[in-house]
């Protein structure tokens, strides 16, 4: 009955929270590969019951891969969490209340970020790994730039 009490407190928190600040879709962490199984399936429970919560509020829900959200973040796939959390603070201009924090706000300003580089009305995608193809859009940076204003303007509505 435990987990079920923690699962039911995520999906139930997690309502509220959707509730209050309205969002208009919801990005989540691809789940990776562990080691431990018994921490995989937690894991896994846990961002069902976080999926659940965001279909039932009629959210699209958005899976990224850590490596994707630390490329879009921090320029490097392999960058640490310090390292996440810094340019989160940076880009942001605040300090994040941990690194759990810091990791669900990279998350969004990668969606936005992924978002603002797909929105090419020629079709053609330019992606992290290509940022200096300046013909066909918009920039890696210019798309970061954008997904940062997007969640402080985000920000500033719901404060």
């Known amino acids: ?11 139930r928190d997690l309502k509220t929270i959707l509730a209050q600040y309205e969002p208009d879709r919801v990005a989540i962490e691809e789940i990776f590969v562990s080691r431990n199984a018994s921490s995989a399936i937690k894991l896994g429970m846990a961002r ?7 279909a039932d509020a009629g959210l699209s829900v958005h899976e990224i891969s850590a490596r994707r959200i630390k490329q879009n973040v921090t320029g490097s796939g ?3 969490k310090q390292q996440v959390t810094a340019m989160v603070s940076r880009l942001l201009n605040i300090t994040p209340s941990g690194v759990d924090a810091a990791d669900a ?20 995608v330019i992606t992290a790994n290509d940022p200096s193809d300046h013909s066909k859009g918009k920039t890696h ?19």
């Open 1 to 11: 009955a435990v987990m079920a009490d923690r699962l039911n407190h995520i999906h």
């Open 48 to 54: 069902g019951a976080a999926m659940v919560a965001a």
């Open 78 to 80: 392999r960058a640490d």
């Open 105 to 124: 706000l990279a998350a969004a300003i990668s969606l936005s970020h992924d978002d603002i580089l797909n929105d090419d009305p020629s079709g053609a």
């Open 141 to 159: 940076s210019d798309a970061l730039s954008a997904a940062i204003s997007l969640a402080l303007k985000k920000q500033k509505v719901s404060s």
